[in-house]
């Protein structure tokens, strides 16, 4: 089983950037698609990025592309999103999540996640 938690969010202001991580217990996460999800008040969770086990291929939201990149270390069983050129639609609680990597790439097959963490934005 994985366990993963996250930590880095809080309270910035439109502009800034900040780097969430998610560290992972339980099992090595270098066999795991990892992935960023997001949820802000009254919405719905959507996909932010995702990051193929090997690292080769990633995939970023069209409202996030180019302003925020994710990446993971596999020696250190975390998984990062780095958040730049902030905005206040960014402000939602964020969520890392894993799935087998020879599992199919749809969200429903994201079994393992993160608590959350509050990222707010002011403008």
């Known amino acids: 089983q994985v366990q993963l938690v996250e930590s880095g969010g809080g309270w910035v202001q439109s502009g800034d950037s900040l780097r969430v991580s998610c560290v992972a217990s339980?099992?090595?996460?270098?066999?795991?698609?990892m992935a960023w999800f997001r949820q802000a008040p009254g919405k719905e969770r959507e996909s932010v990025a995702f990051?193929?086990?090997?690292?080769?291929?990633?995939y970023y939201a069209e409202s996030v592309k180019s302003r925020f990149t994710i990446s993971r270390d596999d020696a250190k069983n975390t998984v990062y999103l780095q958040m730049d050129n902030l905005k206040p639609k960014d402000t939602a609680d964020y969520f890392c999540?894993?799935?087998?990597?020879?599992?199919?790439?749809?969200?429903?097959?994201?079994?393992?996640w993160g608590q959350g963490i509050q990222v707010t934005v002011s403008s």
């Open positions: 999540a894993a799935k087998r990597g020879e599992t199919p790439d749809y969200v429903n097959m994201y079994r393992h």
């Open positions: 990051i193929k086990w090997n690292g080769v291929s990633t």
């Open positions: 339980g099992r090595a996460l270098n066999t795991y698609d």
